[in-house]
């Protein structure tokens, strides 16, 4: 087994993927929906293709199918976790990477700083009274292989940046930003992974290169939701196309449920 596959084993020992189903999911914002009447049927380790023009509810579906947003009407699973009902579990077993207002990574810190800090946090929140108290230089070789694991997994190799860790965010290009995102996201060794703006501002080379990475950690088993705008061949393709929006709202039994226009933003806020 080559390097990037063995990294992606060791991850998936840990983060088996889980099947996500939809069935007339919408969520409803102070604005009106955001996105109505979506359903698929999707298989643990699948690569899972929101795609639509931006503006049209995506990030808002990434969100809610990752239990961020509270959806308003229908319902999705996540595994045997039902939305909305257990929206905590499905964060506690899911990570993002690349949301705009939710995972920006800060430009003004270096590459390193931000694996450090992740991390710690990773140590803090995930480990066990027993596992934090196991010798010091134990929990650093975990630390340490967790770090290599996901920087393994996301392709992305530190040697090969500017000034290698020391690098600062504001100097990677988009794919190696977007490459850096994944793998803080995978130090918490997901079931579940939501990625947004998968393509965007990326050349063809570019989105060939990481739809292929994309689809190596479905091959491991996690589970990948990801936001494009034109969804790669074999993906589980669910639209937010307009036309299907405007379809959605000829609907409108539910127009008039206030609680779900209060609720849907608010929760967001909170998760």
């Not at 990294?7 to 969520?27: K, P, Q």
């Given at each position: 087994?080559?390097?990037?596959?063995?990294?992606?084993?060791?991850?998936?020992?840990?983060?088996?993927?889980?099947?996500?189903?939809?069935?007339?999911?919408?969520?409803?914002?102070?604005?009106?929906?955001?996105?109505?009447?979506?359903?698929?049927?999707?298989?643990?380790g699948s690569l899972i293709a929101v795609e639509g023009p931006s503006g049209s509810g995506r990030t808002c579906l990434l969100l809610a199918l990752t239990g961020r947003m509270k959806p308003g009407e229908g319902h999705a699973t996540v595994g045997s976790l039902r939305l909305p009902k257990r929206m905590a579990a499905v964060r506690r077993i899911s990570a993002l990477a690349h949301v705009p207002g939710v995972t920006d990574l800060d430009p003004a810190l270096t590459v390193g700083e931000h694996v450090r800090e992740r991390a710690l946090l990773q140590r803090r929140f995930d480990g066990s009274l027993r596992g934090l108290l196991r010798p010091r230089t134990e929990r650093a070789a975990e630390s340490r292989l967790r770090i290599d694991t996901a920087l393994t997994a996301a392709g992305l190799d530190l040697e090969s940046l500017p000034k290698g860790s020391r690098t600062a965010v504001r100097d990677l290009d988009r794919l190696q930003a977007l490459r850096l995102s994944l793998a803080l996201a995978l130090m918490g060794r997901p079931r579940l992974l939501g990625v947004d703006d998968t393509d965007l501002k990326l050349s063809d080379d570019e989105r060939t290169e990481m739809w292929a990475l994309l689809r190596s950690l479905t091959e491991s088993g996690i589970t990948v939701v990801a936001v494009c705008s034109e969804a790669p061949d074999g993906a589980v393709v669910v639209s937010t196309a307009p036309e299907r929006a405007a379809r959605a709202r000829e609907d409108v039994s539910h127009d008039n449920d206030d609680k779900e226009k209060a609720d849907a933003l608010a929760e967001a806020g909170r998760a």
């Open positions: 087994m080559d390097e990037p596959r063995a990294a992606v084993a060791e991850t998936s020992r840990t983060a088996e993927g889980v099947a996500v189903v939809a069935a007339d999911f919408g969520l409803k914002g102070p604005g009106g929906w955001a996105f109505r009447g979506v359903g698929f049927d999707a298989a643990p």
